[in-house]
């Protein structure tokens, strides 16, 4: 859903905004619709969810498998924007627990063209961010300055499902094809010991559109 006025960017001569140069309404109408526009344009959040009770709303880890990254979860598929030849990066936020409050345990997101493998011994190189914890309190294990990174390179290997589709561009709503990713987010959970369980009790995900 759109936020802006006209769901797309209002051109207009720069010497508008001149010093000394008076402001009108429609001036200050353009200038907060293509705020909204941009706002609306990137930034776009895949996942925001936070348990609300941690003692029993989580996700569980559900295998008796030791040093080998489970399958908690597969997200999407979800529409990955490019910028130029350059993926947007995703700021990740992972929260969990160790439910013996002894054993650390893992979490990881990795992005995947479709639900991901089921386990992994060895996680791969690329488009991999994880976290880890002995502690049995929730909290959230990464910054939220944590990014996962992928370029195209990586993404005709791991993510095949290359498309276009029409978005919204330019001037007055028209429309053109622009080059899109389709991918999952997939989480994965590890432990160090069987008597430890990684509880998964948040996920954050956004696309990331700084420098």
Same mark, same amino acid.
């Given at each position: 859903m759109s936020t802006s006025l006209h769901e !797309?960017? @209002?051109?207009? %001569? #720069?010497?508008?905004? !001149?010093?000394?140069?008076? @402001? $009108?309404?429609?001036?200050?109408? %353009?200038?907060s619709n293509n705020a909204l526009h941009l %706002?609306?344009?990137?930034?776009? @959040?895949?996942?925001?969810?936070?348990?609300?009770?941690?003692?029993? $709303?989580? &996700?569980?880890?559900g295998s008796n498998l030791v040093n080998t990254y489970v399958r908690m979860a597969a997200l999407g598929p979800f529409f990955l924007r490019v910028r130029g030849d350059t993926p947007y990066p995703l700021r990740v936020r992972i929260a969990g627990l160790s439910s013996d409050n002894v054993n650390t345990v893992t979490f990881a997101v990795r992005l995947a063209w479709n639900f991901g *493998? =089921? +386990?992994w011994?060895?996680?791969? $190189? +690329?488009?991999?961010v994880s976290a880890s914890t002995s502690s049995s309190a929730s909290a959230w294990l990464t910054a939220g300055s944590t990014l996962l990174s992928y370029t195209r390179e990586d993404s005709t290997v791991n993510l095949p499902l290359f498309r276009r589709r029409s978005a919204r561009i330019a001037i007055g709503g028209? +429309?053109?094809?622009? $080059? @899109?990713? *389709?991918?999952?987010?997939? &989480?994965?959970?590890? #432990? =160090?010991?069987?008597?430890? *369980?990684?509880?998964? +009790?948040?996920l954050y995900v956004a696309e990331y559109v700084g420098t």
């Amino acid at each position: 859903m759109s936020t802006s006025l006209h769901e !797309a960017n @209002v051109r207009f %001569a #720069t010497s508008m905004l !001149a010093v000394d140069r008076p @402001v $009108d309404t429609s001036l200050a109408q %353009a200038v907060s619709n293509n705020a909204l526009h941009l %706002a609306d344009s990137c930034g776009q @959040v895949l996942v925001a969810w936070n348990s609300r009770v941690a003692a029993t $709303d989580y &996700l569980p880890f559900g295998s008796n498998l030791v040093n080998t990254y489970v399958r908690m979860a597969a997200l999407g598929p979800f529409f990955l924007r490019v910028r130029g030849d350059t993926p947007y990066p995703l700021r990740v936020r992972i929260a969990g627990l160790s439910s013996d409050n002894v054993n650390t345990v893992t979490f990881a997101v990795r992005l995947a063209w479709n639900f991901g *493998e =089921s +386990t992994w011994v060895t996680p791969p $190189d +690329t488009n991999w961010v994880s976290a880890s914890t002995s502690s049995s309190a929730s909290a959230w294990l990464t910054a939220g300055s944590t990014l996962l990174s992928y370029t195209r390179e990586d993404s005709t290997v791991n993510l095949p499902l290359f498309r276009r589709r029409s978005a919204r561009i330019a001037i007055g709503g028209a +429309t053109g094809d622009v $080059d @899109v990713f *389709e991918a999952y987010l997939v &989480l994965y959970g590890q #432990t =160090s010991n069987v008597a430890s *369980e990684p509880r998964a +009790t948040g996920l954050y995900v956004a696309e990331y559109v700084g420098t």
